[in-house]
């Protein structure tokens, strides 16, 4: 009975904030996703719990990715754009698999660049793995040597560099860091939006009532 | 003999340049060069590239001024991962265009000048093929947002 106050309540909460109709709950995506601590791009550590008034839009990335990496980065602060007074109860958190090259400095100069809040994970190649476990998340390290050397001006630059294959999906993650959604690249901008208001209208974020007593409030 | 034999090629090449030109017939169209985030080390170099003539021809390397490096990539999706594959020549088939685009068949530049890849500003990209002689074209540098607004609705 309580239970279906508080969905009604819901339900009413969700039609005002993003006039549309979700049909339930997004599902808890069990087995995905956990708290854990990494270098932060702010220059110091960030822990998933840090969050706990926001949602999260999570992902893995490497900046000497030179395709789809930016466009991921891109597409996301269009989403960011598109959430109007929203934007400010959703972080974003980039998680680096070349860690050795995306130092938490340059991070955080790089993504600058997309938007002034997002926060870059970086750490040990451990600390890394363990991220990337914890999301079920997977990718290839290779190294690549040049294939176009004649053409390259200066010989004095290292033949060799890495370029990694990844896992692509963006985790919508709830205040309690729940995995909520997942998307992917090229979801369309509309949908991923969607997901996030449905999320946010669902949890209260950075409402009253989720900062009074976040951890009861749910349970 | 090696001289009668290289006279032979050039002959044909001056016969074929004649009657179908594919030498000069390759055409680089809407070559743009993606804008790179501040203090950013790579980017990707993207363009349609036709051959009309009737003699196939490929990309060999795609170089600019700006990047100390180049390497020809496709983007590949495999196993729920995407990634880049190395290319070491991209094929252009008689009278068939190939385009390099988001997602795709690119060419990576590393070391970047970052100043000089500021959105709308024009650098030279020269392309080699494997027959037609090289060819230098202006490429725009566009924002992302300027390309996402384009490619997508």
New interface residues.
């Given amino acids: 009975m309580k239970q279906l106050g508080k969905k009604l309540l819901l339900g009413i909460g969700l039609l005002m904030t993003a006039s549309m109709s979700p049909a339930e709950e997004l599902p808890i995506l069990e087995g995905i996703g956990g708290n854990f601590t990494a270098q932060g791009s702010t220059g110091t550590p960030v822990s998933l719990k840090d969050f706990e008034n926001k949602a999260v839009l999570l992902f893995f990335g490497y ?6 990496c ?2 991921t ?3 996301v602060t ?1 989403l960011m754009r598109s959430l109007g007074v929203a934007e400010k109860q959703v972080q974003v958190l980039f998680v680096t698999l070349d860690p050795e ?1 995306d130092t938490p400095a ?1 991070l955080n ?2 993504l ?3 938007h002034p809040d997002y926060i870059g994970l970086s750490g040990t190649r451990d600390e890394i793995d363990s991220i990337v476990d914890l999301f079920k998340a ?3 390290r ?1 190294v ?5 050397t ?5 010989k004095s ?1 290292s033949d060799e ?1 890495y ?6 999906q963006i985790y919508l993650l709830d205040p309690q860091g729940n995995t909520r959604a997942l998307f992917y ?1 090229g979801t ?2 509309d949908e991923m939006r969607e997901g996030v208001l449905q999320l946010l209208a669902e949890a209260d974020v950075g409402g009253n009532r989720l900062s009074v007593s976040p951890a009861i409030d749910r349970r | 003999m090696r001289i009668k034999h290289s006279m032979r090629i050039g002959l044909m090449g001056l016969l074929a340049f004649g009657t179908c030109g594919y030498a000069a017939e390759i055409i680089v169209t809407d070559a743009w060069v ?1 804008a790179v ?8 170099g993207f363009a349609t590239v036709s051959n009309p003539g009737s003699v196939g021809d490929a990309i ?4 600019g ?1 700006f990047a ?6 496709n ?2 999706r ?7 594959e ?3 020549k991209i094929d252009l088939a008689s009278r068939q265009s190939v385009r390099l685009e ?2 795709g068949l ?1 060419v ?4 970047v000048d970052p100043g000089e890849l500021l959105p709308g500003a024009t650098v030279p990209l ?1 392309f ?1 093929f494997q027959h037609a002689p090289p060819q230098r074209v202006e490429a725009v540098v566009r924002s ?2 300027e ?2 607004n384009t490619h ?1 609705h």
């Fill in positions: 900046t000497n990715c030179p395709d789809v930016p466009v980065l891109s597409r269009a090259a340059y100069g790089y600058k660049h997309f997977r990718y290839e290779k690549e040597r040049q294939v176009t004649r053409f390259n001006r200066y630059h560099f370029v990694y294959s990844h896992s692509q690249t369309p901008i | 993606r985030p501040l203090g950013g080390r790579v980017t990707a060999i390397g795609i170089e001024e100390k490096q180049a390497a020809m990539h983007t590949v495999a196993n729920g991962m995407a990634g880049m190395p290319v070491s988001p997602g690119h990576m530049f590393r070391h020269t080699h992302i947002t390309e996402l997508h």
